[in-house]
């Protein structure tokens, strides 16, 4: 009698257990496969944006140390400018005890300190207390060479008191309102917000279908419009600008609107027009045209700009020019004799 052995009940189970266990490390591999792939193309695009930040972080630095240059050379020119007013001042005392035919050099002396002071202080007063005083001791001369100096101080006293100067302390409030709101504007590649800010303007919401099937599609055309926007790009450079990139460019515009106040604050409203230009530029560039609040400092960066297209100070120059031949014509007429 031939017995039949059966197959034991614990091999059988210890041979599922590894079929189990093959596949589960087959699966693991593959998932640990994907993520070291994921992990490589993360690692390069940080790669890449890091160096992209390094780059503007180095512009930065270099508008930085480019700003105190001009901050240092502007204390060098405000020294160098005390020093030759002590020398006029000192000028002009000695003069004041020459005679009548010294008139001329005192006169141009005087004036050309007004017109320095006006350019430090950016008040025309000192240039019309020059001009007043030349005016009424060219009145009492009797010199008539210097009648054409007479017509010329005339002239160039009716332009500068007609002469608009820019309300300075104003400017500077409005470039310090400006700074304050650079770090709320949208940027132009911010298109989670620009969605969500024109969502409101859609009108009412549609009444909800009915049946089943219709309130499925429904779900599905409103999902799917939620998930893809198409716009016109008007501006690429700005809509590829990587989210990391907006600080640096943030940055940029509070540099340059420093660097028009600074410029408003030396009289240099030709540096401060150029600064300003940049700022407008870059705002008009890289942040959201469409958003209210962009619209809005664009306005108020516009004031400032149109208050300092005519913020230049007057120049007497024709009066110096006179009252240089005057001092050519009374040297001659002392060589003579």
């Known amino acids: 009698m031939v017995r039949v052995r059966g197959v034991q009940p614990g091999l059988v189970a210890a041979w599922l257990l590894a079929a189990v266990g093959l596949t589960v490390?087959?699966?693991?591999?593959?998932?640990?496969?994907?993520?070291?792939?994921?992990?490589?193309?993360?690692?390069?695009?940080?790669?890449?944006?890091?160096?992209?930040a390094r780059t503007l972080a180095r512009q930065a630095e270099e508008s930085t140390r480019e700003m105190t240059g001009k901050v240092a050379a502007l204390e060098t020119k405000v020294a160098d400018m005390v020093a030759y007013r002590a020398q006029l001042d000192t000028l002009v005392q000695s003069v004041a005890r020459a005679r009548d035919e010294n008139l001329a050099v005192e006169l141009e002396a005087a004036v050309r300190v007004a017109q320095d002071q006006a350019q430090l202080t950016g008040s025309v007063e000192p240039l019309l207390a020059a001009l007043r005083t030349a005016e009424r001791r060219l009145a009492r001369s009797s010199d008539p060479r210097l009648s054409p100096v007479v017509r010329t101080v005339a002239r160039d006293l009716e332009r500068v008191k007609a002469a608009s100067i820019p309300d300075t302390a104003g400017l500077l409030s409005r470039i310090d309102q400006l700074l304050r709101q650079v770090d709320d504007l949208p940027a132009a590649n911010d298109v989670g917000r620009a969605s969500m800010g024109n969502g409101g303007l859609r009108g009412a919401p549609a009444p909800a279908p009915e049946s089943w099937w219709a309130r499925l599609w429904h779900n599905v055309q409103t999902e799917?419009?939620?998930?893809?926007?198409?716009?016109?790009?008007?501006?690429?450079?700005?809509?590829?600008?990587?989210?990391?990139?907006?600080?640096?460019?943030?940055?940029?515009?509070?540099?340059?609107?420093?660097?028009?106040?600074?410029?408003?604050?030396?009289?240099?409203?030709?540096?401060?027009?150029?600064?300003?230009?940049?700022?407008?530029?870059?705002?008009?560039?890289?942040?959201?045209?469409?958003?209210?609040?962009?619209?809005?400092?664009?306005?108020?960066?516009?004031?400032?700009?149109?208050?300092?297209?005519?913020?230049?100070?007057?120049?007497?120059?024709?009066?110096?020019?006179?009252?240089?031949?005057?001092?050519?014509?009374?040297?001659?007429?002392?060589?003579?004799?």
Do not use: C, H
């Open 25 to 52: 490390s087959v699966l693991l591999w593959q998932k640990v496969a994907g993520m070291q792939e994921q992990l490589a193309r993360q690692s390069a695009e940080t790669g890449n944006q890091s160096v992209e």
């Open 224 to 337: 799917a419009q939620g998930l893809l926007r198409v716009s016109r790009v008007e501006r690429p450079e700005a809509s590829m600008m990587a989210p990391e990139q907006v600080f640096f460019v943030r940055e940029n515009l509070k540099l340059r609107l420093q660097g028009a106040r600074l410029a408003i604050l030396a009289r240099q409203y030709e540096a401060a027009r150029s600064d300003l230009a940049a700022a407008s530029a870059s705002l008009g560039t890289w942040f959201d045209p469409a958003s209210r609040r962009t619209q809005g400092a664009a306005t108020l960066l516009q004031q400032i700009q149109a208050s300092t297209k005519s913020a230049d100070l007057p120049r007497v120059d024709d009066t110096l020019v006179a009252l240089g031949n005057a001092v050519a014509a009374t040297n001659a007429t002392a060589g003579e004799r």
